[in-house]
């Protein structure tokens, strides 16, 4: 039996090829995960070996930073040849536009000569230098000899001598913000940081553990032993590779989930196409068990023949998977992302897990058809042509569809109906996934109707061969329902992110219409807005409005809290606050409105008092409305402006929002506001515009990514369909071999295949945006509590004509062979 399997395989290279295609693409897409994350690993870990050559020991605080008189201590131990401070705050560059650069201030820092890595010009040695990171200099057309400007944590200019330009390596926190590198005393005067972040020692000859041990001696006879941590330099890398090892775990376990995705369509395509291959062969094996083969080595030939397809598709994974990966790191090289890479290759543990997948996944796909192979009775060898077998659906399948889709329906209602948050988004996601076990069951009963229902207008408008098309969708109801089984899920997911973000989109932009309609955002980036700002502009014609927010921390019940008001004429007006409970009409001193969630953790409600503590005065305080803040600009306490000037003096806003009047033009507005906000560089203006436009472009972006990782279900779920239609047309030889005697001509048979295929590839794609409609609806209703849901019809409409254009083109190869095939040899065939 074992050579009978092995020659049989070779005899079918084609339909060995066909079945581990779909394997080898989710193996592949597994294997490429794990070579992302292992290369981007190795090359941090590279990075920060590199680091340590840097650094024999480092002396880095617990809690609060070191004091600045810990340094000589360092420097005054046996064995030290240097030691250098890390200095690390805000200090905010100033671009050629007169603003500062980015939503948040640049990084303000101070690295020892030693680590710094200078990739143009030098390091800065003198009080007036100062070092770009390349990133930052190179966005903002700097370059070693210009002049550059910075913002102290006062806000005060200082112009600095722009001496080099160096990279951040490692430091994701510095690639996001961008890094001025400064002498350690100028950081410390820009940062206004009091003390070192770190403290680096290079050694004067003796072993780093035995500085380290001296150095910790030192530092414990100063009284700072219990409050510092002194590590070697391999140390220290090991705890920031280790550190990392978190994050690339994070990408990893999320880019794996679309390669489980990806098995799970490959496994129902393996399935279905063995399913089909024991179909066919039916006669071989009631042969062999007429010449003595017993159900144990028929049973065994399919598994065996499974195991050899899925070695063989792992391993052509695994290197499609190497491949996928030096792919993506190349990109991530081209497009200039700060991650450093290692050397692209096939791991021993990830040889193991692609080579168990491909295994796992192709011999559990086949055990249920080779099953089935073990019940063909040796008199079958004896039939002419293939059995047609009637569906007809059992009661076992009904009693557990009924239990899963009734599970599925309780579990998804009772996490519609619990309170928005992770729970009930789990709640839903449980019971879509046993919906879906409902509909795999109940597939064969709903694909005979759904084919002749999506096969209604392609049968009138395609005459006989449509008509044929359609008989044939509907012939073999199980076999159909696998295949499309394997497109729905594909579809559902990309349906369910399409409702999902349409969803967000429109209720989020509704929130910021109804709480913030203003046509402009004055921001600062640190510090806060000077009320000049707001003077300039509310005598302004062209402005109808202008809204001042202000904030500044206090005691509420012993807790610290930001505090906010905003002008008592903008309540009700330009702001609408939602409340969940109580009212702000007629809001006034001695009272309070909460964010609900913080009325919550205080275990507070509307009527309840509280204690307000400033550095002026000590008052209590009357809850009368807690706020449904999810979208806010506002802070999470609010009390009415007269009293927050009682409370807390003359403050500077934290946020202006600004109305233009009716009628003036968009670019004359902001021209005002961006002049009166000129003279502050931290000062910044955007636009209600702008801000829902960046929100767009990453809800936009996300959607670009996740339908591109689904996509690979998608092409699998169509190579699915091709495989089957290939094979469906091998069994059916005879068949169109009598119908092209009859008169089908070679392009009606190539029709009624592509209608063959186009209506199963709609079939799959109708239950697909049915499953996603509703389960992207039912989670927005886990999201928040007021959902403005929508469906985005064009996308839908796009993914079930994309579907069924997909498998048209699926179904050319098999189409064209049919075709081609002799008549006379077809229908000599047995």
């Known amino acids: 039996m074992f050579k009978t399997t092995l020659a049989g395989l070779r005899a079918h290279k084609l339909r060995l090829l066909l079945t581990s295609l779909a394997i080898t693409l989710g193996v592949g897409f597994i294997a490429g995960t794990f070579v992302l994350t292992d290369t981007i690993e190795a090359g941090f870990t590279k990075s920060f070996t590199a680091a340590a050559d840097k650094i024999d020991v480092a002396v880095l605080p617990k809690e609060d930073p070191l004091p600045a008189k810990l340094l000589d201590t360092v420097r005054s131990v046996a064995g030290v ?26 990084a303000g820092v101070s690295i020892p000569a030693n680590r710094i890595d200078i990739t143009s010009g030098k390091a800065p040695s003198a009080e007036g230098q100062a070092a770009l990171d390349k990133n930052t200099a190179k966005a903002q057309g700097f370059a070693p000899g210009d002049t550059i400007a910075v913002l102290d944590h006062k806000n005060a200019r200082h112009e600095f001598q722009l001496v080099g330009v ?17 002498t350690a005393a100028t950081a410390q005067r820009m940062t206004g940081v009091k003390g070192f972040q770190e403290i680096d020692v290079l050694t004067a000859g003796p072993a780093p553990d035995s500085l380290r041990t001296a150095v910790a001696a030192a530092v414990g006879r100063s009284g700072l032993g219990s409050k510092v941590e002194v590590q070697t330099g391999e140390e220290l890398t090991h705890d920031l590779a280790k550190a990392n090892g978190a994050d690339t775990g994070f990408l990893k376990l999320g880019l794996l989930m679309f390669g489980v995705v990806a098995l799970l369509v490959a496994a129902l395509v393996i399935y279905n196409t063995f399913n089909i291959l024991v179909a066919q062969r039916m006669r071989e094996m009631a042969l062999l068990r007429c010449i003595g083969a017993t159900r144990g080595q028929v049973f065994g030939s399919i598994v065996l023949e499974s195991a050899v397809v899925g070695l063989i598709s792992a391993v052509l994974g695994l290197l499609m998977g190497l491949g996928l990966g030096a792919v993506a790191v190349l990109v991530l090289r081209n497009v200039g992302a700060e991650i450093p890479t ?49 569906f007809r659906a059992g009661v076992v399948r009904v009693i557990f569809a009924a239990l899963f889709g009734l599970g599925g329906a309780g579990l998804t209602a ?5 309170k928005p948050g992770e729970s009930a988004l789990m709640v839903v996601m449980a019971g879509g996934v046993l919906i879906f076990f409902a509909v795999l069951i109940l597939g064969p009963v709903i694909v005979k109707p759904l084919s002749g229902l999506t096969g209604w207008l392609p049968a009138r408008l395609f005459g006989v061969p449509g008509r044929l098309a359609v008989d044939n969708s509907r012939r073999n109801p199980k076999r159909a329902a696998t295949t499309t089984i394997a497109l729905t899920v594909g579809v559902t997911l990309m349906t369910f992110m399409s409702v999902l973000t349409a969803t967000m989109r429109a209720t989020i932009g509704n929130e910021l219409d109804q709480q913030f309609p203003a046509d402009y955002l004055v921001t600062a980036q640190s510090g806060a807005v000077p009320r000049s700002v707001a003077d300039a502009l509310r005598g302004r014609p062209e402005l109808a409005s202008v809204t001042e927010i202000r904030g500044k921390e206090a005691k509420l019940n ?16 330009t702001i609408k606050p939602s409340a969940t409970s109580g009212s702000m009409d007629g809001f006034r001193p001695g009272q309070v409105a909460l964010n609900a969630p913080i009325a919550k953790d205080m275990g507070l409600k509307v009527g309840d008092t509280l204690k307000l503590e400033t550095d ?49 033009p968009a670019d004359k507005s902001r ?67 009598l119908l092209r005697a009859l008169g089908l001509t070679k392009p009606q048979l190539r029709g009624m295949l592509s209608v063959e295929a186009l209506v199963l590839g709609v079939v799959g794609a109708l239950v697909g945006v049915v499953l996603g409609g509703v389960y992207g609806w039912a989670a927005t209703k886990t999201l928040t509590e007021t959902v403005l849901f929508r469906l985005p019809v064009t996308q839908v409409l796009l993914f079930i004509a994309a579907s069924g254009l997909a498998g048209v083109l699926a179904a050319v190869l098999p189409a064209r062979r049919a075709a081609r095939a002799s008549i006379v040899d077809s229908l000599a065939s047995a």
């Open 616 to 664: 002026k005065t000590s008052t209590s305080l009357r809850i009368v409305a807690l706020l449904d803040s999810e979208i806010s600009l506002l802070p999470g306490v609010m009390v009415p402006e007269p009293a927050f000037e009682q409370y807390f003096g003359k403050v500077d806003d934290t946020n202006l929002l600004i109305n233009a009047a009716d009628g003036v």
């Open 414 to 418: 009772a996490g519609v109906t619990m």
């Open 342 to 390: 290692g050397t692209v290759a096939l791991t021993p543990q990830v040889i193991v897990i692609g080579l168990a997948t491909g295994l796992v996944v192709t011999v559990g796909a086949a055990l249920l058809p080779a099953r089935q192979a073990t019940k063909v009775a040796p008199i079958a060898a004896l039939r002419t042509q293939v059995e047609e077998h009637t």
């Open 671 to 737: 021209k005002i506001v961006d002049s009166a906000t000129e003279a502050y560089p931290a000062v910044k203006v955007g636009s209600t515009t702008e801000i829902r436009g960046e929100f767009d472009d990453a809800i936009d972006t996300m959607l670009l990514i996740v339908t591109g990782l689904l996509g690979l279900a998608i092409v699998i779920s169509l190579l699915g369909i091709a495989n089957t239609l290939s094979l469906s047309v091998y069994e059916r030889t005879r068949e169109s071999a």
């Open 558 to 573: 012993g807790e610290r809290f930001t505090i906010g008001t905003v002008n008592q004429s903008a309540l009700g007006t």
């Open 81 to 106: 040849k240097d030691a250098q401070p890390v200095v690390y705050g805000d200090a905010a560059l100033i671009g050629k536009d007169g603003k500062v650069v980015g939503d948040f201030p640049t």
């Open 166 to 182: 160096f990279d951040v390596g490692v430091e994701q926190d510095l690639a996001y913000r961008g890094a001025v590198a400064f």
